[in-house]
């Protein structure tokens, strides 16, 4: 087995000391130059415009959210996928996936290049594998949104991510310390050959945060102008640079213990932003990560891909 990369202690900077309970799904809005992520523990919407922090209270757990080529953004709630036509306005109900909401919870998603919301979930009784990956297709006109289940059987979705020339697709499980990839075919909205591209050593027996001999396990992600995967690895202080045939690449250590999702942002699209989490952590972990909860940002060594935009 190739030995892993030594970790990288990179040069973060705290973008703003408002701290998240969960932060997630942090994009890059290309038309307004900001940077936009959720709360999902907190039910709130962020957005750092020119220089600004702006929040959004929303009437459940955002899993997940995405600029709109028409304007605003389309929204993952627990309870359904809303679109909003502008920050702070209107929330209209465009769509309802079929799972438990007493149960199940949208989580990690994005658009893929043709505008469609891929949406992972999560199974909160962590036991009955009820987490699911869905496609909402709005791009047919006049028509209510389309949706598809195009994976199931899993314990909290995440990962999400497409090569850039949407030939392969990632998808990982959580609680599995493992990362898919298939073939994608854009077009038919098809995955096919589905295999492991990462598999990481479980969580041990009374693991503390303290012990270093574990790496964490894979959360969100994103995709660099060279196919590279990037993942946070949540309860292992780090993200992980994968290159697209599995090889790990980098490991660059993170300002906080659970970092949670990476995006590529900036004019350049190489900055590089991480959310983290607060809530649950202990007052040790807290006081070594004190932060924890914000969101950060590094120089990236090459540019990321611009975010997908969701068409209705």
Known sequence: ????????????????????QLGESPFWHPQEQSLYWVDISGKQLLRMQAGALQTWNMPSEPGCIAPARSGGLVI??????????????????IATLPYDTGTVRANDGKCDALGRFWVGTV????????????????????????????????LTGNGMGFSPD???????????????????DLQSNTLRAHREFAQFEPK??????????????????????????????????????????????????APSQCPTMPCFGGADLQTLYLTTVRHGRSDAELARYPDSGCVFAMRAPLPGLPVNLFAD
């Open 166 to 184: 949407n030939t392969v697709a990632y998808w990982a499980d959580t609680p599995q310390h493992r990362v898919y990839a298939w073939d994608f």
């Open 123 to 154: 199974d909160e009784t962590k036991t009955q594998h009820a987490a699911a990956l869905y496609t909402v297709d709005a791009r047919e006109a006049g028509a209510a949104p389309h949706i598809t289940q195009e994976l199931g059987g899993a």
């Open 76 to 93: 993952a709630l627990r309870h359904g996928i809303f679109r909003a036509l502008q920050w702070g306005g209107a929330l209209t109900r």
């Open 1 to 20: 087995m190739t030995a892993a990369p030594d970790l990288v202690q990179p040069a973060w900077q705290r973008l703003d000391p408002h701290a998240c």
């Open 204 to 253: 041990p027996a009374g693991w503390q945060f303290s012990d270093s001999n574990y790496g964490g396990r894979p959360d969100g992600a994103a995709v660099d102008v060279k196919g590279n995967y990037w993942v946070a690895m949540y309860e292992g202080a780090r993200l992980c640079q994968f290159a697209p045939d599995g090889r790990m690449l980098a490991q660059y250590a």
